[in-house]
């Protein structure tokens, strides 16, 4: 069994002022995400840094708007309506990545229509620069101890672990790990890799959509649910939640082959 690293949710502390770890892993997810675009936009005809910029902010303000709101409709509705306020405490943590996903929608159709471009042609370019914020995040979750995984059948399991935020105080899954992984660094190579060369538009995002949308699914069989469990005992609300963007996915893969629009490359035809 490892022991829980207990790590200071506050990473610096100046007087009043405070930094939590929390805040610290988003701060180092949107530099990435511009470092990763700022990259991209250099191998991409009609890009700049501006436009690079611009469209980290409008992410970012989609990711914590989004994710914050959705978090509190989707896994905390009767928290909400208890303390209406607590929908702006979001220091205390508590983001959904499916109102995020939301939110980023939104704030990419704000950002086309400033620029001109397509939705997709704008998702496809940044969708291999997000799961390396989505990493960030889950370490973040982990540093707070929230989101931790289901109990383990076998007290002595090799990854198992003790989080001093669970009342209970069983062995369990270091889920945020295993979502960091699998959601974060394992679909960022795959990403990335598939996206280095011309892909027909619609494909890139597709990927990321069936990507995630797979290891959000497995790993859920490990984390602790935020609200119970749904339909015949064992599907949790995030894997329900996960099963749509799976099939929309898989349609937009097969849409992406059967139209075959090039908008970088040698086949460039849009």
């Known amino acids: 069994m490892l022991t829980y690293p207990n790590i200071d949710p506050v990473a610096v502390s100046l007087g009043p002022l405070q930094v939590h770890w929390y805040g ?11 470092g990763l675009a700022t990259h991209r936009a250099k191998q991409r005809d009609g890009w700049n840094s501006e436009m ?18 959705g978090y509190v409709f989707f896994y905390g509705f009767d928290q909400f309506l208890a303390n209406p306020l607590w929908l702006f405490q979001v220091w205390t943590g508590g983001m ?9 929608m939104i704030a990419m159709l704000l950002w086309c229509k400033k620029y001109k471009m397509t939705w997709f042609q704008t998702l496809d370019f940044i969708a291999p620069c997000v ?20 109990p383990v059948a076998d007290p002595n399991f090799a990854f198992g672990m ?30 990335w890799w598939f996206s280095s060369k011309p892909r027909p538009r619609y494909a890139v995002s597709a990927l990321f959509l069936i990507g995630y949308g797979i290891a959000r699914f497995v790993v859920e069989f490990f984390r602790e649910p935020d609200n119970g469990l749904l339909f015949i005992g064992w599907m949790s609300k995030g894997q329900f939640l996960t099963v749509p963007m799976i099939l929309i996915g898989l ?6 082959y059967q139209k075959k629009i090039y908008d970088w490359g040698p086949l460039k035809n849009s």
Do not use: K
């Open 24 to 34: 610290l892993m988003y701060l180092l997810a949107f530099l990435f995400a511009w």
């Open 251 to 256: 349609w937009m893969m097969w849409y992406a």
């Open 131 to 150: 799961p390396t914020g989505l990493m960030f995040g889950r370490i973040g979750n982990f540093i707070g101890g929230e989101l931790y995984g289901r």
């Open 52 to 69: 690079v910029s611009d469209l980290i902010f409008y992410g970012a303000l989609g990711v914590v708007v989004g994710g914050r709101v």
């Open 162 to 191: 003790i989080f001093p935020t669970d009342p209970l105080q069983l062995v369990r899954h270091p889920s945020q790990i295993y979502q960091a992984l699998c959601e974060g660094l394992i679909l960022f190579i795959v990403l």
């Open 96 to 104: 959904s990545f499916h109102g995020g996903f939301l939110g980023v």
